[in-house]
Nanobody, 124 residues
Framework: QVQLVESGGGLVQTGGSLRLSCAAS????????MGWFRQAPGKERIFVAS????????YYADSVKGRFTISRDNAKTTLYLQMISLESEDTAVYYC?????????????????WGQGTQVTVSS
């Protein structure tokens, strides 16, 4: 079992920045690929970014490429998502998840453990 707790969400203006964190506990963090997902009001949860166990392999959704950066610190058992140039379309609840492959985590069904989410609201 892996417990995941997101933090760092909030209200930010268009063009602003935020850094989300996901603190992990339980099973060995470094054994899991990690990912970020988001769910906007009335929409399905979608993939944002994923990172392999060592950080060597990273994948992004097209909508966030060049603006979001996923990273991890295995010593601190924490996952991060640095977000810049935020747009109103980025408004959503952001979730972190643990799985077995960064490549396949774009398929939500492959994520094994989920956090409770943190709200990000981008105002114009």
């Amino acid at each position: 079992q892996v417990q995941l707790v997101e933090s760092g969400g909030g209200l930010v203006q268009t063009g602003g920045s935020l850094r989300l964190s996901c603190a992990a506990s339980g099973h060995t963090f470094s054994n899991y690929a990690m990912g970020w997902f988001r769910q906007a009001p009335g929409k399905e949860r979608i993939f944002v970014a994923s990172i392999s166990t060592t950080g060597k392999f990273i994948y992004y959704a097209d909508s966030v490429k060049g603006r979001f950066t996923i990273s991890r610190d295995n010593a601190k058992t924490t996952l991060y998502l640095q977000m810049i140039s935020l747009e109103s379309e980025d408004t959503a609840v952001y979730y972190c998840a643990a799985g077995h492959s960064a490549l396949t985590m774009s398929d939500l069904a492959t994520a094994t453990y989920w956090g409770q989410g943190t709200q990000v609201t981008v105002s114009s």
